[in-house]
Nanobody, 126 residues
Framework: VQLQASGGGLVQTGNSLRLSCAAS????????MGWFRQAPGKEREFVGG????????NYADSVKGRFTVSRDNVKNMVYLQMNSLKPEDTAVYYC????????????????????WGQGTQVTVSS
């Protein structure tokens, strides 16, 4: 599986961005997907995830109510809609995937993921 994240950029506080992640492979609809981020000098952290069907999503407390993960299994795409952005959201954002037959409950753990995209930079200015 190859993942390609895009859509990052420089925005002002309070604005929105939508990140996209394009996946290769015919089995995309069987993968659970996640978004992670890493700010300079900080550890990688879970942002949000979505199960294989799109029926289950979960989020880090820091983004709950502001960010939304969605997917399109026809287009092999997963999205991260980010609203009300804050300077503390500045980071490199990564999409990742793991086989959907594994339990979804540990999806906030980075080591659960088998495949990672290359990351896209999001910078929020104050």
């Amino acid at each position: 599986v190859q993942l390609q994240a895009s859509g990052g950029g420089l925005v002002q506080t309070g604005n929105s961005l939508r990140l996209s992640c394009a996946a290769s492979g015919r089995s995309f609809s069987t993968y659970a997907m996640g978004w992670f981020r890493q700010a300079p000098g900080k550890e990688r952290e879970f942002v949000g995830g979505i199960n294989w069907s799109g029926g289950v999503t979960n989020y880090a407390d820091s983004v709950k109510g502001r960010f939304t993960v969605s997917r399109d299994n026809v287009k092999n795409m997963v999205y991260l809609q980010m609203n009300s952005l804050k300077p503390e959201d500045t980071a490199v954002y990564y999409c990742a995937a793991f086989p959907g037959f594994r339990p979804y409950g540990s999806n906030c753990l980075g080591y659960e993921y088998d495949w990672w995209g290359q990351g896209t930079q999001v910078t929020v200015s104050s």
